[in-house]
C-alpha cells in the first residue's frame, strides 16, 4: 500500500503572523495569474494550486471562484 504524504504550503517571510488569512489570498492569486500565464494544465502552477488549497477553507474558495466567474473579484488577477 502506497504512503500518503500531507503536505502543506511552506513558510512565507511576507506572512511571519499566525493568522493566514492573507497567506491563503495570495496563493489563490498567485495560481490564478500562473493559470493565465502558462495556461490551464500547467505543472508549474499545481504547487500554488496545493498551497492554496492547504491554507484556505472551502467556503472562501467557493465564492471566489463565484465572484471571479461573475467578473466581481475583489483581488488583482
Same mark, same amino acid.
Given at each position: 500500500?502506497?504512503?500518503?504524504?500531507?503536505?502543506?504550503? @511552506?513558510?512565507?517571510?511576507?506572512? @511571519?503572523?499566525?493568522?493566514?488569512?492573507?497567506?491563503?489570498?495570495? /496563493?489563490?492569486?498567485?495560481?490564478? /495569474?500562473?493559470?493565465?500565464?502558462?495556461?490551464?494544465?500547467?505543472?508549474?502552477?499545481?504547487?500554488?494550486?496545493?498551497?492554496?488549497?492547504?491554507?484556505?477553507?472551502?467556503?472562501?474558495?467557493?465564492?471566489?471562484?463565484?465572484?471571479?466567474?461573475?467578473?466581481?473579484?475583489?483581488?488583482?488577477?
Amino acid at each position: 500500500m502506497a504512503e500518503i504524504e500531507l503536505k502543506t504550503a @511552506p513558510a512565507d517571510f511576507r506572512f @511571519p503572523t499566525t493568522n493566514q488569512s492573507r497567506h491563503c489570498f495570495t /496563493r489563490y492569486i498567485e495560481f490564478h /495569474r500562473c493559470l493565465a500565464a502558462k495556461g490551464d494544465g500547467s505543472a508549474e502552477c499545481e504547487k500554488f494550486a496545493k498551497y492554496y488549497r492547504s491554507l484556505c477553507p472551502g467556503e472562501w474558495v467557493d465564492r471566489w471562484n463565484e465572484q471571479r466567474e461573475n467578473g466581481i473579484f475583489p483581488g488583482p488577477l
